[in-house]
């Protein structure tokens, strides 16, 4: 038996608030874009820490981290813990952040009290979840996992030409070993929840069963650029137009069928203000929890880009840009996770993520589930994001008990 360990809540909290001022912006969020020099700094802090508490830190060709720490019984998988240290532009100080530093957290408990677990420990920090920098995003699971090969990660580039391979060579993360070849007996990662249901019920912590289905797009809509002031309404090829009318269909298709729908980027060409726009280019987002609701939305949605384009006597163009199919999490992960709340004595409720992390591509290669931790009003991707030191050490603390619950299963 084991005596109680005790996550340091401040220990944590410090972290939290130290790596933050690595690419700290004015407003008090962060920009560390993936694989960029910020990036470079926060893995090499990572490094340093890790291996101060004895752990070994392997990279693989993805560049992604893992720190591992020896248990009694070397031969069996190591239990992992995870998420990211990379950001949005105006990112937060705890989405993705708070899964790897609440690892560390548990980790320098087991150090500090001198706590061997049965099987070996890992924790990782994947490559570019964020996909802000490098589009689709969970770039380094789904290599891990083999949704995406190292070659298609390699030759993504930014909006600079730079290729995602070529930058990883640049802070010189890349790694020898091949993406997968350290296998997981199970894999759990703590995430604010990012959405204000935990908020709104009071709640500190949810149990995550599983992710949404999620499919992106890169979409274009072609008409013909003319004279603003001399060219009749009627005369017009308007791509402006017609993507305005489709973004309105769009919208109401999800609403409908209650689902997501998210038109992030916008860019119209040739960008003149007394030009009619003759090209608009756009990305969509569309999630929902079921698969076969998500293809109907999707469906429509080409219809409805479809319909507006001829309208305006415009061709359209839609290209899949990543398709993340509905995932479940493992029943006996979740279970721990349970057990860890009840055996905290934490109301807390079951959740689904309406958010892609790299759990979703853990999922299909090992035992996995999610710990959500309350963020206030659910603000996230900004740099207003805010969640409390108590929250985050409760948070940390269910990921220690879930871990060792999980490790004494022999």
Known sequence: MRANLTIDSRRLWDMLMDTAAIGGTPKGGIKRLSLSDEDRRVRDWFRRECEALGCTVHLDTAGNMFAVRPGKDMTKKPIAMGSHLDTQPTGGKFDGILGVLGGLEVLKTLHQAGYETNAPLCLVNWTNEEGARFSPSMVGSAVYAGAYTQAQMDAVTDKDGITQGAALEAIG???????????????????????????????????????????????????????????????????????????????????????????????????????IPGEMRFTLDMRHHADAVLQTMVTSAKAAIAEAATRHHAAHDVQPLQDSPAQPFDPACIAVVRAATEKLGLPSREITSGAGHDAMYTARVCPTTMIFVRCAEGLSHNEAESATQDDCGTGAQVLLEAVLAYDARG
């Not at 603003?228 to 005369?235: D, F, H, L, R």
């Open 173 to 275: 993360y890349r790694g020898t070993d091949r993406p997968g070849a350290l296998a997981f007996q199970a894999y759990f990662e703590i995430h604010i929840e990012q959405g204000p249901i935990l908020d709104e019920e009071d709640l500190s912590v949810g149990i995550v069963t599983g992710i949404q289905a999620i499919k992106w797009f890169n979409c274009t809509i072609t008409g013909r650029e003319s004279h603003a002031g001399t060219t009749p309404m009627a005369y017009r090829r308007d791509a402006l137009a017609a993507f305005a009318e489709a973004a309105q269909q769009v919208r109401q298709i999800a609403i409908d069928h209650g689902g997501l729908a998210t038109i992030g980027i916008v860019s119209a060409y040739p960008g003149s203000p007394n030009i």
